[in-house]
C-alpha cells in the first residue's frame, strides 16, 4: 500500500470547508428566520444543533465500527486512520449534544439533568468513547490500531441501545422524534445537511492529519533505502 | 483440558495468597457499610436500597479482584509465556472467566448475608430466586471484565482504565440484577421484570460470543 | 534449514530499531549472537518468538511461514529472556507443569522435575518463587524454554546471573537439544561462556545482523 | 527543599502519563453514573444525594490514584532509592502528601460541576464553603493515604489493603465532608453542622502528626 | 577501616542465610565477592546499605555503628543492584538529577550529565527508561551508584547485561574512586571483568563471607 497522501484530497478538503462553511451560515440564516416556539421561546432553537449534532455522532461512531472491522480483515493502516479520526470527531460532536441537551433541560424540564433512559445512555455512550480515546493514545504501533479496532466494535452495541432507549424504557420524558414541522422542520433538515458537510470537512482534516504521520514514518524508511511493506 | 488448568492455576495464585482474599472480603464488607452509611439506610424502601447496596459493592470489588488478576499475569511475563505454549485462547478465556466467576461469587456470597441482615430483606423462599441472578450477574461480569482486563494488559493505570470501559458496559447488566433482586426481596417474584433477565441473559451471551471472535486478536495485539 | 529470517525490520515510533536483518540458522547449529547495549538483539528474539510482529520482511520456521497464531510453530519453540516469564506466585515445580500441560508435553509433571533436577534446583521445587534470588529465578525461566524439547532454542542472555555450575548446567541442556538436531540461538555479551558448543558468532550492528 | 522535589517528581510521575488524569477524570464521572442510577430515585433529596454521590466517587478515585502513587514508587525500586539518599523522612512525607493533595484536588474540581450539573445543586455563593470544605476534606484524605500508603509498600494486594485501613480511619472525615456540603447547598450555611467541622480540622492535624513521629518508622520497617 | 561488619546474621523464617559472616573493607580496596546462586550475596550488600536489618552482628561505617537512620553514612554509600532502584518513568538526566538533588549533592543535573556521559548514554539521556534495553537501565542504575563521590560502593552484579564498552565504562569509575580512596565490594559471577582492578576475592558459603 503506497502511503503517498492522495492529492486530490487537499482540494477535497478545502471545498468541503468552503461547502461547510456556506452552509453553516444559511442555516444560521434561516435559523434565525424561523418561527419562535409557542411554549419555550427563543430556547427551543437549540434543536437546530442539538439534533443535528446527535445524530452526526451516531453516524460517526457507526462509521467507527465499519472502518475497525475493515482494519480487522485487511490490516491495513489506513483503516485504522478512518475509524480513530471518525471517533474523534465523533466525540467533539457528542460533547456538543452534552452541552446543548443539559442547556435546553433547564428550560424545558426546569432542571439540566435527569437520570432518564436517553439522557443515561448518552452519557454512558459517551464515557466509553472518551475511553476509546484514552486506551488508543496508551499503546503503540500495532497494538493500538488491533486494540482500537475491537473497541471499536464493542462499544458499537451502544448505539442501537441509545437509539432505542426512548422506546424500550417507560417514563422516558426525552421525546421520541422530530415533532416540529412546516417552516421550522425545513430549518432544521437544512441544519442536519450543513453539519454532516460541517463533519465531513473534520473528519477529513482529521484523516489527513493521521496520514501524514505515517508518512512521516516512511519517509524515514525511504531514507534507509529499506524496501517492505509499511501497513502492519 | 486447557480450560481446566488455566483456571486452577488463577485460583491456586489467589489462594496462594491468603491475604489477598482476605482483604477483598473485607473490602466488599466495608464497602457495604460505607454505601449504606452514605446513601441509607432510611428504609423508604429497604429491598432496593438493599440490592443497590449489594451490587455496587460486588461491582467495586470485582473492579479490584480483576486488577489482580492481571497483574499476575503481567509482572514477570507469565501471560506471555501462556500464548507461547500455544494453547487455545478461547479456552484460555474461559478458563480465567471461570475463576473470575468463582472469585467474584465468593464475593456475592458474603456480601449477600451482611446486606440481608443490615436491611432486614430476604427468606430462604427466594434464596434460589436471587442466587439465580447472581450467577447471571457474576457470570457477565466476569465475562466482560475478562475481555476488557486483556485489552487493559500492557497499559499503565489499569484498573482505572478497566473500570472507565467496563463501568458503563455494564450498566444494563447492573440495573437488570438491581431489579431482579429487588423484586424478589420486594414481592417475591420476578414476574414484572422478567425483561430483565433477558437483558442480563442477552448480555452474558454477547460477551462469550464476543469473545470466541475477538479474544484471540485481543491475546495477540502486541506492540 | 530450521529457520530463515529475511529482511526483518522493525520501528518503535519512528525509529528502525532492525533493517534488513537476515538470519538462517539449521539444525544443529549454535549460534552465538552478540551486539552493544540497544542493538536489538532482544527485540530479534521477541520477534522470532512470534510474541512481536515485525514490520517488514519474512520468517519462515521449517519451511513454512511463521505467523504468531501457528501454535505448532510456537510448540517447537523454546524461548527466554530478561523477564522471567514465570508466576512468580507459584512454585518452579508448578510453572514447569503447567506450562508443559499447556504445551501438550506428555508426562508434564515429571519433565519438569526432570529440568529442575538438571539444573539443581530440585531442593527448591516446592518453594513459591517470590523470594528467589535472581541466580534462581533465571534456572527456572532457562528451564521453561527446554521443556517441550524444542526444535528452536532461542535464549536471550541465558547465563545472567548464574553461577559456574548454573552455566554449566544451562551448557549439558543447550548441548543435549543440539545432539537432538535443534537449531540454537545464544544471546550473550560474554563470548566465553557458550564455549565450545558454538558453531558461528554473528553481531547486530545498525539494525543488520553481521556474520563476524 | 526535599519538600519541594519530592512533590514535584510525583507530579512530574502523573503527568508524564496525561493518560492517568484523563481516566481519573472518566472514572470519576462513571462512578458518578453509577451511584446515581443505583440510588437515585430513593431520595428526595438532591442535596444529600448529591454530596455522598461527590464524596464517595472521590473516595473511590481517591483509593485508585493513591495506588498508582504506590506503584511508580515501588515497581523499579524508585522508592528505595529515594531512602538511600538520606533524605529527611517527614519531607518526603510532605512533599508526597502535597503531590497527593494536588491530585485530588484536581479530580474534585472535575467532579464538582458533574455532580452540581447532574444533580443541580449548588450556586456560586456557597462555592467558596464548598472549596473549604474540600480543602479539610482533601488535606485529610491525603495525609491518611500517604500515610497508609507507605504501610502498604510492598504488600500484595495493595489497593485492597490500602482500602481496608483507609476506609475506618476516614470515616469521621468523611461524614464530615458529606454533611457539611450537604448542609451548604441545602440551606446555604454550615452553622448547624459546625462540630463536624471541628472533626475535620482535628482528622487532618493528627494525621499529620502522627506521620511526624511514625513516617520515619513506617520508612524503614524492612522485611 | 571504611567498612567493618562482624558476625553478620540473617535469617529469613527459620533459615539462616547468612551466619557470622564477616567483612572488612579498607580504603583504596576493591574486593571481589563471589558464591553460589542464593548464596546471600545480595541479602549481605542490602544489609551494608542499610536496606535490610541484620538480626545479628554489627556494622562499623568510618569507625562508627551503622545504623538504618544514619543520614550521612546513606549518603557516603554507592548501592546498585538486581532492581534498577530508579522510577523507569523519568528519564536517565531527571532520575539522577532527583537522587543527587536529595542527597545532596552539589549541582546534580550537571553531575548527572556527566556520569551518562561517561557510560555512553548522553544519547538517551532525555528519553523516559520505561522502553529501554536491559543494558541500558543497568548503565543508569550504575551510574546512580557514583552519584555522591561514595566513600564506599557496594555494586550488586554490576556488569549484569553490559557490552563491553559498558564494562569498561564502568570499571573506569570504580578505578577513580578507588584512586580518591573509596572502598568497594563488587558482586560477580564473573571473575574477569574486573580484571587488575581487584585487590581482593571473597566467597560466600554457607551464610560465612570466607577469603579466596
Ligand atoms: C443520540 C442522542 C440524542 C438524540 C438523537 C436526540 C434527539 C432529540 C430530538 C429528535 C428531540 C426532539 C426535537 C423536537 O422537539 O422536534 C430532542 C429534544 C430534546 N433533547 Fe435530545 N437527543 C439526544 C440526546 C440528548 C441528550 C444527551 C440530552 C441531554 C440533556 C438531550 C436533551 C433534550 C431536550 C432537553 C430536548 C427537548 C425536550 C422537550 O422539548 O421537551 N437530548 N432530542
Ligand atoms: N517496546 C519498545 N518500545 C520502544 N522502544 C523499544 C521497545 N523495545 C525496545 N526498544 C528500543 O529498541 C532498542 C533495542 O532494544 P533491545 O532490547 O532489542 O536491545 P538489546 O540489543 O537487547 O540490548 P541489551 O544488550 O541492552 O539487552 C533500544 O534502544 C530500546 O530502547
Ligand atoms: N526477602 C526474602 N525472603 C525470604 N527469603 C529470601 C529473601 N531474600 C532472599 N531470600 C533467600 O535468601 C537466599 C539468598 O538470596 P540472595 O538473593 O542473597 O542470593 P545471592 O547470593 O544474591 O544469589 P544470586 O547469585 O542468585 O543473585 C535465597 O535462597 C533466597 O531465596
Ligand atoms: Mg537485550
Ligand atoms: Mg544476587
Known sequence: ?232 | MTLLTVALKDLQLHARDARFVATLFLFSASLVLILSVAFGPIFRNPAQEASATLWAALFFAGVLGLTRSLDLESESGGGDALRLTGADPYAVYLGKTIANVILLGGVFLLVLPIASVFFDVGNLKVLPGVLGVAALGVIGYAAWGTLFAAMARGLKARELLLSVLLFPSLVPLWIGAVKVTQALWAVGTADAVRDWIKVMVVSDILALALAAFLYELIQEASE | MILSAANIGKRFEARWVLRDASLALDAGEVVLLAGKNGAGKTTLARILATLLEPDTGEIRFEGSALRGGRRDARRAIGFASHRPLLYLGLTPLENLTLFARLAGVSAPASRGAELLERLQMTPFARKPMERFSRGMVQRVSVARAFLGAPRLLLLDEPYAGLDDEGTAGVNALIQESKARGAATLVISHDRERLGALRTRLCVVDQGRVEAA
Not at chain 1, 465523533?90 to 442547556?103: H, K, R
Open chain 1, 1 to 232: 500500500m503506497s502511503v503517498d497522501l492522495p492529492r486530490w484530497t487537499t482540494g477535497l478538503g478545502r471545498a468541503l470547508w468552503a461547502a461547510a462553511l456556506l452552509m453553516l451560515a444559511v442555516s444560521l440564516w434561516m435559523i434565525l428566520r424561523a418561527p419562535v416556539e409557542a411554549q419555550m421561546g427563543i430556547v427551543q432553537k437549540i434543536v437546530y444543533v442539538h439534533v443535528p449534532s446527535a445524530i452526526v455522532t451516531l453516524v460517526a461512531f457507526g462509521l467507527t465500527f465499519a472502518a475497525s472491522i475493515a482494519y480487522l480483515t485487511t490490516r491495513s493502516w489506513v483503516w485504522d486512520a478512518v475509524a480513530a479520526s471518525a471517533c474523534e470527531v465523533g466525540l467533539a460532536f457528542a460533547t456538543v449534544v452534552m452541552v446543548t441537551g443539559p442547556l435546553w433541560a433547564r428550560s424545558a424540564w426546569n432542571t439540566w439533568w435527569t437520570w432518564e433512559p436517553r439522557l443515561t445512555t448518552f452519557l454512558i455512550l459517551w464515557i466509553l468513547y472518551a475511553g476509546y480515546h484514552v486506551v488508543r493514545a496508551s499503546l503503540h504501533s500495532s497494538a493500538r490500531r488491533t486494540v482500537s479496532s475491537i473497541l471499536g466494535i464493542v462499544l458499537f452495541a451502544n448505539l442501537p441501545i441509545v437509539w432505542k432507549s426512548v422506546e424500550w424504557w417507560r417514563g422516558s420524558l426525552h421525546p421520541r422524534n422530530v415533532t416540529m414541522t412546516g417552516e421550522m422542520r425545513e430549518t432544521l433538515l437544512v441544519s442536519m445537511a450543513a453539519w454532516f458537510v460541517f463533519f465531513a470537512a473534520a473528519f477529513l482534516s482529521r484523516l489527513r492529519l493521521e496520514w501524514a504521520k505515517e508518512e512521516d514514518r516512511g519517509d524515514t524508511r525511504v531514507r534507509h533505502g529499506a524496501p517492505g511493506r509499511v501497513s502492519a
